[in-house]
Structures are given as C-alpha cells and as structure tokens.
C-alpha cells in the first residue's frame, strides 16, 4: 500500500461541511475587522500609504527580518525562543491543513516519500508549539516577570491552543491504531499516542476518532469566532501585519510636524484627536512589556510606563468610543471639548497623568524593542504640545529655557558668553568673513556658551587644526536649532528656529555642516527637511573618524587607559552610529576600550533627552544608574559624543563620588590628547 493519508478517514463525506463553514467564518472574520476598522477611523487622517511602494518594500524586509527571522523577538533569547516556537509551529501546521486541502481537491493527495517527509515535519513541529507553550506557561505563571500583566485572555489563548494542538496529536494516533501502517514511525507524535491507545478495539477507536474530529474542528473555528468577536490578545496576529505596513516611514529621529497654519488643535487633548494609526497602534500591542523592560523612566521609579501607558490610551479609547460613533453617525465630531459628557474622563490628566508626559527622555528604546512598531513618542510629543500650545502647561524650568531660546536664540541662562568668543582665541574664521573653508562647524548652544561644553569645541578646532582641515563658524549667525524646544512640545517655537537657521543657511550658501551635538545632527539631517531645509550634516565622531582612516590625523601620543563608550541615544538609536565614535577612540595609542553591558542599540539613556537636561528629576536620576553602569566596567575614562551626556555624567560621577576613579570626556578631548603637540 502507498505511503498516504486519506484526509476524512472515518469521517465520511459529512467532513466537507468543514470546507463549507469556512464561507461564514470568513464573512466572521471581515465583519469583526470591519467593526474595528470603524473603532480606529475614530481617529484623524494619516496618510501613511503616500509611497505605496516604499511601504511595501519596507513591510517585505521587516516582515522577513523582524516577522520571520523574529530578529526583534531574538534579541531576548528565552521569550524570543518561545515565540519564535509557538509562531512557526503554527505557521506550519496551518500550512499542513492548505496543502491537505489542495492536495486533496486537486491531486489526489500527497503520497510516498512526500507523504512522509510531510507528515514528519508536521508533527516535530507540533511538538514544537507545544514546548513552546511549555515555555510561555513557565515564564507567566512560574517565573511570573514584573513586566508580565497575567489576565484571564492570556491563559485562555495558552490553553485553547494547547487543546487544539493536543487534540490533533490524539486524532492522529487514534487513526494510526486503527490502520496500524507500516510507516506510522513518520508522525512521531501519533505514533506515541498511538501506543498508548493500541489495545482498544477498533470500533472504539473509530468512535474516539470521529467524536474528538469533530471537537477538535468545532473547537478550532470557535476559536476563530472569539478572536473576532472579543478582539481578544491573540487578535495581533491580524492586526500586527496591517500595523507593520502602516509604520512610518520617516527618518527614525523625526518626528511628524504640525501644520500650524490649518491645525484645529494642537497636538493631542482627546483620544479621537490621535492619528487612525496611533488607534491602530493601541490595538497592536500584545502588553509585552519589552519597551517598559528597557525605559529609563520606568527603570529609575518614574511614573511612566510605556506599556501602561498604550494599555491605559487603549481602554479609554474602547470606553469612549460608543458616543464618538454615535456623535459621528448624528453628524457630530464626536470630540467636542466643550460637551465631553458629564463622567467622561479627561485624557489628559484622569487617564495619562501630566507626571507620565513628562517623565519621556524620548530616547527611543521602547520604539527599538517593540516588535509590532508602535510609536510612543509620537503620542507622547503630541499631547505634551496640547499642554504647551493649548493649556500653557509645561514645568517651570523648562518654561523658562523656551523663553530664553525665544528671546536670546539660546537655552544657556545666565551665561556671560557670546557665540563667538570662545573661537577668537583659536583664529577660527567666521563664514561671512571668509568663506573659503572646507566645513562649517555648528558649534551648538552648550559647546558656545557653557564653560564645561566650550571645551569640546576648543578640542575639536584643534583636532581640525591638525589635521589641517580649514573650517569656519557662524559665530553670531547661529542661533538654537530649536531639538528642545520641539521635545518639550512648543512646535511653534521649533519651527519659528527652523525658519530663522534655514535663511541664515542659505544666505551663506552653506550646504555642510559639521555638529558636535546629535541631538543639533538629528535635527538637522532628520526634521529641517521636513520645512525645505536640505543640507548635508556630519557629526564630528564621523569626520574625525574619517580624518583618522584617510590618514590625515596622526595619533601618536599614546594614552594607558581603559575606556568604556556611552552610546548617545541621539546619535546611536535614533540615526545608528555606533561605530564611528568606537572606531576614533580604538585609534587612540595604547587606549583599552570595553563596554558597558548595556550597549549600542540598547544602550542606557543618560537622562537628558526630550528636553530633560533643563527639568529637575525625581527619584533615582538616570545619569547615575548609567554612571554605575560605566563604574562596573572599572574603566577609568567614560567617554560620548555628546555635549549633553558629557555634562550630565560629570554630575552624576560627582553625585556618586567616584571622580577619582571615573572622568567623562568627549571623544573629541580624547583624540587632542593623542595628537603630537
């Protein structure tokens, strides 16, 4: 006899009502995300699909790279391993069910060595869903991670797939008992749970057979009918991929600009006043927790949680939005600030508290470790420029360096320095006295105008010096690039700075431009296109890293010390430098350069990002746990690339009184070190 499986053995012709009930179920299916397709139009138009094509190419690589390969996922090997087991398996018996249906429609069925090898791979990967779900049960409910919220769904998503999965193993052996052929070895997980039923008579085993066929094929569409009706957890595995497509296509370190001009509001007061993909993003997230795992204002007790904060946006979106339909069906916008209901929550402040907005350093790990690409600093930003522009509610610190950006074109109060004078001493040209320079250097708000910063700039003219680049400032040309203002949600602010630096750009036919800040390089390469500002900018770790490797800066003073390289979240996750700055500092004679456990792409933040350099921190201050972090290291030097993480470590090290044993350096004061004076 070949080697074959008829497919409703003992089942009869009745078995292709299966097929049948596939009609409804799809009509299931496409009404339930019919009726959430309504719940996310809720929100405000996004065109996330301008470049069809782009999007698609991007949705094809990230769905091999972080969906398929589970690159994302991965980086976390234990829970990464059980989803990567759980997800496959799945895709594979799902895949075996197709063929069993095509095959069997079209070809007659697999037979012989195809047959086998099929049946073979099927069943080792059955057993693979369920180590896999072995694995997910232990970490829930043994280890039980703080990032781990147990609800009710969850336990009911493990175990109707466990049964499922269980199920056809038993109806499987129960057929192999039955005919008992010769190749039965080939479905190893039948042949098991054939041996343990081999002493039934085969009428019982017909019986088992066909009464278990039957629950398992009722079970596995009701299963697909509480996903659709309840939208439950396991509901990403439809919605995840629409979400993937619709990510942004932005540069990672831009965010989306408002148009002030046309804007009903600004930034985000109400849920419905979100994008319809910010909508869809709260329907992605799985409650993982990997971006709360990895957030240094949760890390160091603050109140925001990424996590909670999507879970908490999603479940007041889910309350509100029977009376925005029904505002939007009357012919309403169903958002109206004057009419909110009377126990209507206020978003702002009842659901995501002012401390939360605040407390983002918008460093981007949680987007960086998130696997669906939700974007939490975009809601975040947004309803931060509600409280600026709309309710005039900001911290006092920050209040002020906005206004002093506003009146001075600086964040620097109190300084008794301008622009220029830390240059004249240098020689340093400015751009409009001659402009005959190979680079223009944008010094920077904190490298022109305070004291422990200046020295970056002093450090990197002489680096250029030696290197015999002939570079030029605009002294008082410059003004602030407008990053804080923009971080800490003052749109208008931002863009009145873009309009100010782009002229003053162009009336100097400037087209280069050299920074020693990311968070000015991130600005520039990244936001000032976004207003017609196209200009090529080089960070300094980059040139200097380039001056080293064409061999025009020779390093041969040799410098006995261990380094250890913090990752500025501005130039590493949000523009993915990290070998520049690593590769100037290993060129340093003698130098020994370890890292920090916490590394690269999931390097710790400093604490000063989104504006917070200028805000007094509560609780543990994230400067001093990434100082701890550097202390273990036992290097004696902790180097950046950025003039605000310099400033900030240099607190935290004194805060934690280790200056004898740690020093924080801009790379740019180490490469001078080295240079032969």
């Known amino acids: 006899m070949e080697e074959s499986r008829e497919i409703f053995w003992n089942i009869g012709s009745s078995g292709h009502i299966l097929y049948y009930l596939l009609i409804p179920l799809a009509a299931i299916l496409a009404y339930a995300v019919y009726r959430r397709y309504r719940l996310w139009r809720l929100g405000r138009p996004d065109n996330r699909l301008s470049d069809l094509g782009k ?61 086998l090898g099929a049946s073979l791979v099927v069943d080792v990967l059955g057993l693979v869903v369920l180590v896999g779900l072995g694995i997910a049960v232990y970490r829930r409910y043994i280890q039980r991670p703080e990032r ?41 997980g039948g042949w098991v749970v054939a041996q343990i039923f081999g002493g039934l008579s085969i009428g019982t085993l017909e019986t088992l057979h066909k009464s278990l066929w039957w629950f398992h094929v009722g079970l596995t569409l009701g299963v697909i009918v509480y996903v659709a009706l309840t939208f439950s957890s396991l509901a990403h595995i439809v919605v995840s991929p629409f979400n993937v497509l619709f990510r942004s296509l932005r540069p990672k370190g831009a965010l989306a600009p408002i148009d002030l001009e046309t804007a009903e509001v600004y930034g985000v007061a109400k849920i419905d006043d979100f994008t319809w993909k910010h909508l869809l993003d709260l329907d992605s997230c799985t409650r993982c927790g990997r971006c709360q795992d990895v957030c240094p204002a949760y890390l160091s007790g603050k109140a925001l949680s990424p996590k909670k904060m999507i879970q908490d946006l999603k479940q ?14 009357g012919g309403g916008n169903g958002g109206n600030p004057d009419n909110p209901g009377e126990n209507s929550p206020s978003m702002i402040g009842d659901v995501i508290t002012t401390e939360v907005i605040w407390d983002c350093t918008t460093c981007r ?58 240059c004249v001493p240098l020689g340093l040209p400015s751009i409009s006295e001659d402009k005959d320079v190979e680079i223009v250097y944008w010094v920077g708000c904190a490298s022109s105008l305070e004291d422990r910063s200046i020295k970056i700039a002093v450090a990197l003219a002489n680096v250029l010096k030696a290197a015999g680049v002939k570079v030029g400032v605009m002294s008082e040309d410059e003004t602030c690039c407008g990053e804080p203002a923009r971080r800490m949600g003052n749109e208008y602010l931002f863009q ?29 390469k990244n936001e000032y296109p976004q207003f017609g500002g196209e200009f090529e900018v080089v960070h300094h770790s980059q040139f200097i ?55 690269r792409r999931r390097s710790f933040c400093c604490g000063g990002g989104g504006g917070h350099f200028w805000i007094e921190e509560r609780d543990v201050r994230i400067s001093e746990m990434r100082a701890e972090q550097a202390l273990e290291t036992k290097a004696g030097i902790l180097a950046t690339a950025c003039p605000y993480c310099l400033q900030m470590f240099e607190d935290a090290i004194k805060a934690k009184e280790a200056t004898e044993s740690l020093q924080a350096m801009d790379i740019a004061e180490l490469v001078e070190s080295a240079i032969q004076k």
């Open 55 to 115: 999007s698609l190419r991007a949705f094809i690589v990230t769905g091999i790279v972080d969906g398929l390969i589970h690159r994302r996922f991965l980086r976390e090997p234990y829970p990464g391993l059980m989803h990567f087991l759980i997800f496959w398996g799945a895709i594979v018996l799902l895949l075996a069910a197709a063929t069993d249906f095509v095959t069997h429609y079209f070809t007659g069925g697999l037979e012989g060595k195809p047959y």
């Open 148 to 188: 781990l919220d147990n609800q009710p769904e969850d336990a009911i998503a493990l175990s109707l797939i466990f049964v499922i999965v269980l199920t056809g193993f038993l109806i499987e052996g129960l057929r192999i008992a039955a005919l008992d052929p010769d190749w039965g070895a080939w479905s190893p």
């Open 316 to 329: 007041h979106w889910l309350e509100m939005a029977p009376s925005l339909l029904a505002a939007k069906a």
């Open 365 to 422: 790990a949680c987007m960086e470790a998130c696997p669906v690409f939700i974007e939490h600093i975009d809601k975040i930003i947004d309803m931060r420029r509600n409280l600026v522009l709309e309710q005039a509610e900001i911290p006092e610190t920050s209040e002020m360096v906005l206004r002093c950006i506003e009146d001075r074109g600086h964040t620097c109060r109190g300084t008794t320095y301008s622009r220029g004078d830390w």
């Open 496 to 524: 009145m700075q873009v309009t100010k630096n782009i002229e003053a750009f162009n009336k100097h036919g400037i087209k280069k431009i050299l920074v020693s800040c990311p968070h000015c390089y991130n600005t520039f």
């Open 545 to 599: 890293a380039d001056l080293i490797r064409e061999g025009r800066l020779k390093l041969t003073n040799g410098l006995e010390q261990t380094i250890t390289y913090h990752d500025a979240c501005y130039l590493g996750r949000h523009n993915d430098i990290y070998d520049s700055p690593r590769e100037v500092v290993k060129g340093i004679p003698q130098a020994r350069i370890v890292e920090m456990e916490r590394n």
